[in-house]
């Protein structure tokens, strides 16, 4: 299951823990009041997309400046419940209180940016998640080049490590390893670091091809359809 707004993956454990975290702030007013209002402001970022497409410029803006102002009116409204500690407000606009059954739709908000997710996504969220899953693929890319540049950071830094090392084979020493001097400290460093540069070029490079498969697959289902119902 993925979450619409930034393309997160979440796991059975993850949405266990999701929902767990939810059931334990479902007498949070806090939490509870911030969730509603980071739905609120995505549905109004997912409209204004809509909108972009139909309106000409000057209705788009005039349109938009409408929008947020009912938007902040609502905010405002949310902030005085929350003020006034109502949390049976919150509760049934949340549909906290709905019982589960097996049609019972997942709500929770996401572990990355705080969105409520759900499990059954009308059209509005599957173009959201095709464009997040795009961007995915694009930070995967990132990760890529990210790691292949330490990796060639990488292999230098161990090169010049090791001429460090034969620096360390004094001629005043007869020949032999001086592990006292001052180039076998900077071999010793060199390494390590370029060894540190190294898994973390291995671990970008892993996390960033795993990732653009990942989400290349996600787009081709949506793309076949799957996710329509
Ligand atoms: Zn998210």
Request: aromatic share 10%; glycine share 4%; net charge positive.
């Amino acid at each position: 299951m993925f979450c619409s707004n930034c393309g997160l993956e979440l796991n059975e454990k993850q949405i266990h823990k999701a929902l767990e975290r939810d059931a334990k702030n479902a007498d949070s007013v806090k939490y509870l009041s911030n969730a509603l209002v980071v739905s609120k402001k995505y549905a109004l970022k997912l409209k204004l997309n809509e909108l972009k497409k139909e309106l000409s410029k000057e209705e788009f803006n005039s349109k938009k400046q409408e929008l947020k102002n009912e938007l902040n009116s609502e905010i405002a409204a949310i902030n005085a419940k929350k003020k006034d500690n109502d949390l049976n407000y919150f509760k049934s606009v949340l549909n906290i209180n709905e019982s589960r059954t097996n049609n019972t739709s997942d709500y929770f908000v996401c572990p990355r940016c705080g969105k409520l997710v759900k499990n059954n996504l009308d059209e509005n969220d599957i173009k959201s998640l095709a464009r997040a899953g795009h961007s995915e693929i694009h930070r995967g890319r990132n990760n890529i080049s990210s790691g292949m540049c330490a990796l060639m950071i990488g292999i230098i830094l161990a090169i010049v490590g090791f001429m460090f090392l034969a620096l360390s084979f004094k001629a005043t020493n007869g020949g032999v390893l001086d592990t006292t001097c001052v180039e076998f400290y900077v071999f010793i460093f060199l390494v390590l670091f370029a060894l540190c540069l190294l898994v973390y070029s291995f671990v970008s490079i892993f996390k960033g091809k795993n990732k653009i498969k990942r989400y290349e697959l996600l787009l081709r289902n949506i793309n076949n359809g799957a996710f329509h119902q």
